[in-house]
Nanobody
Framework: VQLQASGGGLVQSGGSLRLSCVAS????????MGWYRQAPGGQRELVAT???????NFADSVKGRFTISSTSVRSSVTLQMNSLEPEDTAVYYC?????????WGKGTQVTVSS
């Protein structure tokens, strides 16, 4: 399984970015897709996930600012990030859970300037 992420970049505080991730390879069924992030010197943390029933889960720090959506046919997940803050600066990783196995993308940098 390969995960290709795109959409990171540099944005000013209050701005928006959209991250997209497409899964390819031998995927029989995706149970959940989502995004995690890791700030410099910090641990990897959950940002948002969406399962195949469409149930979403968000970190408290992004609730009301980020939305997540997925397309099962294309095995893709999109994270729309609004009202970005400097604290959102991190490397963002796409994640897929399939048959108990976790798969990770390489990460895409998001930098929010104040």
């Amino acid at each position: 399984v390969q995960l290709q992420a795109s959409g990171g970049g540099l944005v000013q505080s209050g701005g928006s970015l959209r991250l997209s991730c497409v899964a390819s390879g031998r995927i029989r069924s995706i149970d959940r897709m989502g995004w995690y992030r890791q700030a410099p010197g910090g641990q990897r943390e959950l940002v948002a996930t969406i399962d195949r029933a469409g149930v979403t889960n968000f970190a408290d720090s992004v609730k009301g600012r980020f939305t997540i959506s997925s397309t099962s046919v294309r095995s893709s997940v999109t994270l729309q990030m609004n009202s970005l803050e400097p604290e959102d600066t991190a490397v963002y990783y796409c994640n897929v859970l399939s048959y108990g196995m976790y798969y990770w993308g390489k990460g895409t940098q998001v930098t929010v300037s104040s």
